[in-house]
């Protein structure tokens, strides 16, 4: 079945340095991936999105990498700033022409230290 | 330009009633999806509406359910509310359907049964 997975539940980076989280995917035939994170009280905001013919993808001050060998998904943040605090979802999709359902991993919390 | 409205915010319920909830998706915006959040199962879909017309569905009970108007407004019912019921409910809509599109999400509704 579908599943994806978080390999850290919380991390705490330093305000300043690049923050890096991870996501495990296990249906090889998912076709797209995003990034969301949710803030306390706020619903999920869309930061990055990759499809599975794409190994890398920038945004500003965020890249996603993803590696299909070992379906692994991250999500890197540069010069991460305490407004960057927040729980970090990855999610993916499988591209049926008409579905747009995500299933959702468990999330990660970002604490961003001053 | 309006986000994804949902109401009511917050709602308290007793065990067997039902529940109804509302979501106007941004305007322009023809897909609505439902998502199910709670602290041990995380985000989990549970249906999405495209033109009036239910795409897709989750792995819930018959006592959830949904529907959207013409004017791309979205409701979700609850019959029958049990304990763990108690969740946030994400709504979130994007320009079309299938993978690819942005979805955006609201607040949510944080329902409690009691």
């Known amino acids: 079945g579908e599943s994806v997975g978080l390999h850290l539940p919380t991390l705490s980076v330093q305000e300043g340095d690049n923050s890096i989280i991870n996501c495990a995917y296990s249906?090889?035939?998912?076709?797209?991936f995003i990034w969301y994170k949710q803030e306390s009280g706020k619903g999920p905001q869309f930061i990055i999105d990759?499809?599975?013919?794409?190994d890398k993808r920038q945004g500003q001050r965020v890249t996603v990498l993803l590696n299909k060998t070992v379906k692994h998904l991250s999500l890197q943040i540069a010069a991460t700033q305490p407004g960057d605090s927040a729980v970090y979802f990855c999610?993916?999709?499988?591209?049926?022409?008409?579905?747009?359902?995500?299933?959702f991993g468990t999330g990660t919390r970002l604490q961003v230290t001053l | 330009k309006a986000g994804v409205t949902q109401t009511p915010r917050y709602l308290i319920k007793t065990r067997g009633q039902q529940v109804t909830l509302s979501c106007s998706p941004i305007?322009?915006?023809?897909?609505v999806s439902w998502y199910q959040q709670t602290p041990g199962q995380g985000l989990q879909f549970l249906f999405e509406?495209?033109?009036?017309?239910?795409?897709n569905k989750g792995n819930f009970p018959g006592r959830f359910s949904g529907r959207q108007f013409s004017n791309s407004r979205s409701e979700m019912n609850v019959s029958t509310l049990e304990l763990g019921d108690s969740a946030l409910y994400l709504c979130?809509?994007?320009?079309?359907?299938?993978?690819?599109?942005?979805?955006?999400f609201g607040q949510g509704t944080r329902l409690t049964v009691v």
């Open positions: 990759i499809r599975s013919n794409m």
């Open positions: 979130a809509s994007s320009i079309g359907q299938g993978v690819g599109t942005e979805a955006f």
């Open positions: 999610a993916e999709a499988r591209d049926t022409g008409t579905a747009s359902k995500l299933t």
């Open positions: 305007s322009g915006h023809r897909s």
């Open positions: 249906n090889s035939a998912s076709d797209y």
């Open positions: 509406y495209f033109s009036e017309t239910q795409r």
